[in-house]
């Protein structure tokens, strides 16, 4: 009974917890007095690392985590296994998806086949602790984890991490919050909404589970393409973390396709990065002090920065600013409707 946490409900709650802590009690009560030589508890991984969506149900494992050390305490056997996915299908992974089975491997948890399970059975009961993990890491996703700062601390003594002194620019990492605004400044209209676009699918796909992100149609539903609450948060998340944007858990829901995300990516942007036209204006507001001691360069400059001023709050206006090769204005829609790529051909037609 899956659901985020912000839609978690005693329902949901309950469904859960009673199957395992109910029986787990009532065993642990009607078996005190019979001498047990073994008593095994199923409990999962989900309740040490915490997987999306199952806070129910790492709660549920915890318990039994709990009644296993405190059996111990009593002098009592009991052994929690705390297990992660099994490679041969059961009722209760049956119904894991791609998408599932794709977050399941971000979080580096690999598939334990039935052979190697029951050979983690038999060692984990030899070791005689009251909570084992049997569970098959994934050791390379692991090591791209560490090399790239985002190895969760419970992995820290798995992995070897990355050599002191080794720059950063040398370790593979998601591109960051400067790196998508740097690679945004100076951008046309066009060509921002190309990028994004192209940022918006690629998260798609690796929350999808999907190879490329030419699989992804930009026009096309989330919702209908496989997107469910706990893989829109995922989505949410990882566009927080690229973009440094705080984008609203109901992102996937209030933009209901890629095309309209990126969309709103553009406009959240656009509040934050200067346009291309704006950014080269800062580079020739910087070139102006080369002229600052030459009044002959100086007056010549400001003439023509002045007829193009003119230029532009005629076409601003709407008045005639300058034929096209239909013979109206340079913008007949108003300056506010130009593109920068129309804009920077009007500087150079201009002022060469």
Same mark, same amino acid.
């Given at each position: 009974?899956?659901?985020?946490?912000?839609?978690?409900?005693?329902?949901?709650?309950?469904?859960?917890?009673?199957?395992?802590?109910?029986?787990?009690?009532?065993?642990?009560?009607?078996?005190?007095?019979?001498?047990?030589?073994?008593?095994?508890?199923?409990?999962?991984?989900?309740?040490?690392?915490?997987?999306?969506?199952?806070?129910?149900?790492?709660?549920?494992?915890?318990?039994?985590?709990?009644? $296993?050390?405190?059996?111990?305490?009593?002098?009592?056997?009991?052994?929690?296994?705390?297990?992660?996915?099994?490679?041969?299908?059961?009722?209760?992974?049956?119904?894991?998806?791609?998408?599932?089975?794709?977050?399941?491997?971000?979080?580096?948890?690999?598939?334990?086949?039935?052979?190697?399970?029951?050979?983690?059975?038999?060692?984990?009961?030899?070791?005689?602790?009251?909570?084992?993990?049997?569970?098959?890491?994934?050791?390379?996703?692991?090591?791209?984890?560490?090399?790239?700062?985002?190895?969760?601390?419970?992995?820290?003594?798995?992995?070897? $991490?990355?050599?002191?002194?080794?720059?950063?620019?040398?370790?593979?990492?998601?591109?960051?919050?400067?790196?998508?605004?740097?690679?945004?400044?100076?951008?046309?209209?066009?060509?921002?909404?190309?990028?994004?676009?192209?940022?918006?699918?690629?998260?798609?796909?690796?929350?999808?589970?999907?190879?490329?992100?030419?699989?992804?149609?930009?026009?096309?539903?989330?919702?209908?393409?496989?997107?469910?609450?706990?893989?829109?948060?995922?989505?949410?998340?990882?566009?927080?973390?690229?973009?440094?944007?705080?984008?609203?858990?109901?992102?996937?829901?209030?933009?209901?396709?890629?095309?309209?995300?990126?969309?709103?990516?553009?406009?959240?942007?656009?509040?934050?990065?200067?346009?291309?036209?704006?950014?080269?204006?800062? $580079?020739?507001?910087?070139?102006?002090?080369?002229?600052?001691?030459?009044?002959?360069?100086?007056?010549?400059?400001?003439?023509?920065?002045?007829?193009?001023?003119?230029?532009?709050?005629?076409? $601003?206006?709407?008045?005639?600013?300058?034929?096209?090769?239909?013979?109206?204005?340079?913008?007949?829609?108003?300056?506010?409707?130009?593109?920068?790529?129309?804009?920077?051909?009007?500087?150079?037609?201009?002022?060469?």
């Amino acid at each position: 009974h899956d659901t985020t946490i912000q839609t978690l409900t005693p329902h949901h709650l309950h469904t859960v917890l009673h199957p395992k802590t109910d029986a787990a009690h009532h065993l642990h009560h009607l078996t005190q007095n019979k001498n047990l030589t073994t008593f095994v508890l199923y409990s999962s991984i989900a309740g040490t690392l915490g997987t999306p969506g199952q806070a129910n149900y790492a709660a549920a494992n915890t318990y039994l985590d709990a009644l $296993a050390t405190h059996r111990h305490t009593q002098g009592l056997p009991a052994t929690s296994l705390a297990w992660g996915l099994w490679e041969e299908e059961s009722d209760l992974t049956r119904s894991l998806g791609t998408s599932e089975r794709a977050r399941l491997g971000r979080m580096a948890i690999a598939a334990i086949p039935s052979a190697e399970g029951l050979a983690l059975f038999d060692a984990c009961l030899a070791r005689g602790a009251a909570l084992s993990a049997p569970v098959r890491l994934d050791m390379k996703e692991l090591r791209a984890r560490s090399a790239s700062g985002e190895l969760p601390d419970l992995y820290r003594g798995l992995v070897r $991490a990355p050599a002191a002194g080794t720059p950063a620019a040398a370790r593979p990492s998601a591109t960051g919050t400067t790196g998508v605004r740097e690679q945004l400044l100076g951008m046309g209209g066009a060509e921002r909404d190309r990028f994004l676009g192209e940022l918006v699918n690629r998260h798609v796909a690796q929350v999808l589970g999907h190879a490329s992100p030419a699989t992804v149609e930009a026009g096309r539903g989330l919702l209908d393409m496989g997107i469910d609450s706990l893989s829109a948060v995922e989505l949410r998340n990882r566009l927080n973390a690229e973009t440094g944007l705080r984008l609203p858990t109901t992102l996937a829901f209030d933009y209901p396709t890629p095309a309209a995300l990126a969309e709103h990516l553009a406009e959240r942007f656009a509040e934050e990065v200067p346009s291309a036209a704006l950014s080269s204006l800062d $580079a020739l507001e910087a070139g102006f002090e080369e002229i600052s001691g030459d009044a002959d360069q100086r007056s010549r400059v400001r003439a023509r920065l002045e007829a193009f001023l003119n230029r532009l709050a005629t076409a $601003a206006d709407g008045a005639d600013g300058g034929s096209g090769p239909d013979g109206q204005g340079a913008f007949p829609d108003g300056l506010d409707s130009a593109a920068d790529e129309d804009l920077f051909d009007f500087i150079d037609s201009d002022l060469d």
